[in-house]
């Protein structure tokens, strides 16, 4: 797990609960989304990006699992896997570990580069300085396993 970006550790606020006595499932999103600015610096994306290119990037699809509960209390961190990545898109995915060492959730991301310097905002091609960050994030993640659950879709399994 060495070669994945982890994030700062999180605390789960009091008003993350919900009736239920968790985190209410619109948290887990927060802290993913929180997580992953993290790794966009690394790479050049974030809000300097944004405001010095016209560029940002937007999510297109993300899918959350929800493994094992959390509390009110709760600290968590999080780590980025890039899958893949081509020259306008990038599809990650994102383990939260609480600080006891077991996995509270996953999300899996598909991120589009946009181009917001025209009348309508479009996909566009990344610069080629963060396509070899991505490159170098890649060949630093090689030797890791693909992550257990991506891909995965939603259904109902039927016999």
Request: proline letters at 6%; zero cysteines.
């Amino acid at each position: 797990m060495t070669a994945l970006p982890h994030s700062a550790p999180m605390t789960v606020l009091p008003e993350w609960t919900d009736y239920n006595g968790h985190m209410n499932m619109a948290y887990y999103s927060v802290l993913m989304d929180e997580t992953v600015g993290e790794a966009y610096s690394e790479v050049g994306l974030g809000p300097t990006y944004r405001d010095s290119t016209g560029f940002t990037t937007y999510i297109a699809e993300f899918h959350i699992r929800y493994l094992r509960e959390l509390h009110e209390g709760d600290r968590v961190t999080a780590t980025v896997h890039l899958i893949d990545y081509d020259s306008k898109r990038f599809h990650i995915f994102q383990q939260l570990w609480h600080e006891d060492g077991w996995l509270a959730a996953t999300g899996e991301g598909l991120t589009l580069h946009i181009d917001q310097n025209g009348d309508t905002p479009k996909v566009a091609p990344m610069p080629e300085e963060i396509l070899a960050k991505f490159a170098a994030m890649t060949e630093a993640q090689k030797h890791l396993p693909t992550p257990e659950g991506v891909g995965r879709k939603i259904g109902i399994v039927r016999k």
